[in-house]
């Protein structure tokens, strides 16, 4: 039957596939990550995850989620069950349970540290930097300052009637109420490349696997030449060579004009020099050659077979996106009507695309191949500042090398032979870090920290920063409360000679929500190091700034602490482990560690 268009609860709507037994329906609102900005980010998932913890349990399956443009709530189950939660999410976006406000945001810091940074994330990162898209490769700064009334009014300001579309499957829902209230539609986002970004590119990070991502303009060409690139580079690296497992291809849009691809090959690092050439290689053939009529029927056969397949619920999703992005979408039809009229002209075009504004993104240590178009990311240069000039502070009658220059522009620091440049024009955030310091982002990626203590004039240049920044950019770091709680702890111990570096790498090793209890310098297996217990786990480090050694042990794993004379013993579920530690704070962690080991035990619902 296609695909029927209609009305539910005044948003438009799009039924599909009415034969399926079961009812499934997404209330999708435009606006996501990359509406966001670094200081506000994050807050688009609070409101999501506030809502749907107000819909209380239901025996029906439900879910959310935030993508870079939109955000979707979703249900499946009888046409009631399903008319029952999109009446109920509207509302619940409206009146967020605001009592449970920090619960939430731990939930969220606890995502964020589990999930941790996807190869994706760095992708967007590498092309984008700190707005739109890359923002998902950093922290949601937005969290470490929203309040609830500011979250509310940002949900009252995004989730409005305007902003709003929904489809479904199988059966439509029943006694559906969407209450929105009117507002305004968010203008539809648009994808900014890194200013200063020189392309191609040559990247080094992280390890197994190559890709080639490019940001070329969208169209039928562009995804044909992608599937294409992507089967020749498969038959050559999987089947004849050996050297990578499968070949993968992404186009996905990021705007209305441009897509975001990516071909990339999972391979063992030692054959990724070899991935590497053959992808740029099939890349050059396509723009030289165009495709070869096998091909094109090949590719032509298989579009004919999706477009009369019976399934339509992806088409009635883009139907969605092209209502709230104000986009237009081509259907099925024009797609294998665009295939068929495909020439090799407009395919060695679009394969010049995607080779003129690659990424290429190699594991680390894989070389950048000598005398190509080649440039290596990052290396671009920044316009120096020129202005008030300051020099490092004496450190024991000592100037080290340095200067820092001040102009009403930006600052330039100037150390070990190397250039940064922080323009106040593309500053995104500023973090208010521990010492007074503060961490500049920029959005072009001239960052960098002014720290008072290293500079003469230090306060002056701090002073500067805060004057001639937007004050809605600062935000506190995370890291400066880690440090003061670290402080605080150190305050109470009985022997602070000896592990001064390993007190000071303590706060960058704290997670969001840890809370940090006792520290005391102890020694294991003559090592002496620093003692720290948590609220989740005790950690010892030793070592130097340059080699620091962590052993973790989860509290959750330890049975039993004793105290013996000057150590402390702790059985987990798979050792025993011994720490020397002065005789007078032994018993204050075998307390701390005992009554953790009691809660556990007592923890209501356990089942193993």
Same mark, same amino acid.
């Given at each position: ?77 009888? @046409? ?48 984008? +930097? ?40 199988? @059966?439509?829902?029943?006694? !559906? ?86 071909? !990339? ?64 979408? @081509? ?53 120096? =500042? ?17 200067? =820092? ?12 032979? /190397? ?39 230090? /306060? ?11 004050? /809605? ?71 130097? +700034? ?63």
């Amino acid at each position: 039957m296609g695909l029927q268009e209609t009305e539910i609860s005044g948003l438009k709507a799009w039924g599909a596939d009415p034969d399926a037994t079961e009812c499934f329906a997404m209330l999708v609102f435009r606006g996501g990550l990359a509406d966001e900005t670094l200081t506000t980010s994050g807050r688009t998932h609070l409101a999501e995850h506030l809502a749907m913890f107000g819909i209380g349990r239901t025996r029906y399956s439900r879910n959310a989620y935030v993508a870079d443009r939109r955000c979707a709530f979703h249900a499946t189950g009888t @046409p009631e069950e399903v008319g029952s939660f999109l009446t109920a999410i509207a509302a619940a976006l409206h009146t967020l349970p605001l009592d449970r406000f920090d619960d939430e945001l731990n939930v969220l810091r606890l995502e964020e540290a589990h999930v941790g940074v996807s190869f994706h994330d760095h992708l967007m990162r590498f092309r984008f +930097g700190p707005r739109g898209p890359g923002l998902s490769w950093y922290r949601a700064f937005g969290l470490d300052t929203v309040r609830p009334d500011e979250l509310q009014a940002f949900a009252a300001e995004r989730f409005v009637a305007e902003n709003a579309a929904l489809w479904f499957s199988g @059966p439509a829902p029943v006694g !559906v109420e969407i209450d929105l209230p009117r507002g305004r539609r968010l203008p539809p986002p648009t994808a900014d490349p890194i200013g200063r970004l020189e392309l191609p590119a040559y990247v080094e990070s992280g390890t197994g696997g190559v890709a080639v991502a490019s940001l070329p303009p969208r169209s039928i060409a562009m995804s044909f030449t992608l599937e294409i690139a992507r089967r020749r580079a498969h038959d050559r690296l999987r089947e004849e060579l050996g050297a990578a497992y499968g070949v993968n291809a992404e186009y996905f849009a990021v705007d209305s004009r441009r897509a975001h691809t990516l071909l !990339v090959a999972d391979c063992l690092d030692e054959q990724a020099a070899r991935s590497r050439d053959t992808l740029l290689d099939v890349i050059e053939r396509l723009a030289a050659d165009g495709f070869t009529p096998e091909e094109h029927a090949d590719h032509l056969r298989g579009a004919q077979q999706w477009a009369d397949r019976a399934e339509w619920t992806s088409d009635a999703d883009a139907a969605v996106d092209d209502e709230l992005l104000e986009e237009s979408s @081509p259907s099925r039809a024009e797609i294998v009507a665009g295939i068929e009229s495909l020439t090799d002209e407009t395919v060695t075009e679009a394969a010049r695309a995607l080779a003129e504004n690659a990424i290429v993104v190699v594991p680390e240590g894989v070389a950048m191949p000598k005398g190509g178009r080649l440039r290596r990311w990052g290396s671009w240069t920044i316009p120096p =500042i020129t202005g008030e000039r300051f020099a490092r502070a004496r450190v024991r009658l000592q100037r080290p090398d340095g200067t =820092i220059e001040l102009g009403d522009d930006g600052l330039t620091l100037r150390e070990d032979g /190397e250039q940064s440049t922080a323009r106040f024009a593309e500053v995104v955030i500023v973090l208010r870090m521990p010492r007074d310091a503060l961490d500049l982002i920029a959005a072009d990626l001239g960052d960098l920290r002014v720290d008072p203590a290293l500079w003469d004039g230090g /306060e002056r240049l701090i002073a500067a920063v805060e004057e001639r920044v937007a004050p /809605e950019l600062f935000v506190t770091s995370p890291l400066l409360a880690r440090t003061e709680a670290v402080e605080e702890a150190v305050q109470a111990m009985q022997h602070q000679r000896l592990v001064g570096v390993e007190t000071a790498a303590l706060p960058e090793l704290l997670l969001d929500g840890e809370e940090l209890a006792l520290v005391e310098r102890a020694e294991v297996a003559l090592k002496v190091g620093l003692l720290a217990l948590t609220s989740v786990r005790l950690l010892f480090l030793y070592g130097d +700034g340059d080699d620091m050694d962590v052993r973790e042990v989860p509290l959750a794993r330890v049975e039993r602490a004793e105290a013996e004379k000057d150590q402390l013993r702790l059985q987990t579920d798979e050792e025993e482990l011994r720490y020397k530690l002065p005789e007078e704070r032994i018993a204050l962690f075998e307390r701390h560690i005992a009554e953790h080991v009691a809660a556990t035990a007592r923890a209501p619902g356990a089942l193993f």
